[in-house]
């Protein structure tokens, strides 16, 4: 039986896995939400997912990737998501990934990690600021298109308040006044695209292809709010949030054949 070699992006808020055989292609993939319990989550999702396929090499990263210790070793996230974006779109410059509890954004030369910067100390650019909209609107996270469908026209409202906390306060005061929640909502990505670029600086010029990957790059307008700031257009992956645990597998099976030349990910 021929090894598979897997890739587990154990996030903050959804854990994710992918396999690739000794061509580098996607074999199987799989995502199930992230648990109190990261590590018995990630092998059970390994044990499922694998079913009969004999894994000959795993690679862990992600938020919770030390504790997964039946992990052959770690990697970090700005490696992965560097190498399975790479994998991707060879052409990439660039890369914006907006997690549940970080945002990164990754210059990239030939494939590899030149330099990035990271916010991981404020939720106001992250996954967690739609997430508690959401909460207040009563909206399953996966359903936000519902709240934009039907949306009057009008400018986003302004968020001011640059932190979480705060905003939310706020956001009950725009309820109570009646603004739309379609408004709102596209002021909350406007303001989550603002400090994205803030973040990127000067780099937001770098030529080559910007792709938006992770969670919130299926979340509906988000990409439109953050071209719109950023003022260029941004590439999406088919499966943005896959985009680290692929990473991952290809180190995975590099670790194993070291000598293997080109990647296929179909």
Known sequence: ???????????????????????????????VD??????????????????PLRAGRCVATGYARNVLTFADRTVTEITCHAKGCASLHPEAGAIIEIGGQDSKFIRLQQGRVHDFAMNDRCAAGTGRFLEMVAVRFGVPLAEMQEVLRGE???????????CVVFAETEIIGLLAAGTPPAVILRGVQRAIATRIVAMMGERKHLPGDILFTGGVAQVHGMREALEQVLGRGLKVPEQPQYTGALGAALIARQDAMPDAQGISNG
């Open 34 to 51: 992230q648990s109190i319990q990261p590590a018995v989550t990630a092998r059970e999702l390994v044990d499922d997912t694998l079913g």
């Open 1 to 31: 039986m021929s090894s598979v070699y897997v890739g587990i992006d154990a996030g903050s808020r959804a854990i994710k896995l992918i396999a690739v055989d000794e061509s580098g292609k996607t074999v199987c993939r799989a995502i």
């Open 152 to 162: 009057t026209c009008g400018p986003p409202v302004t968020i001011s308040s640059m």
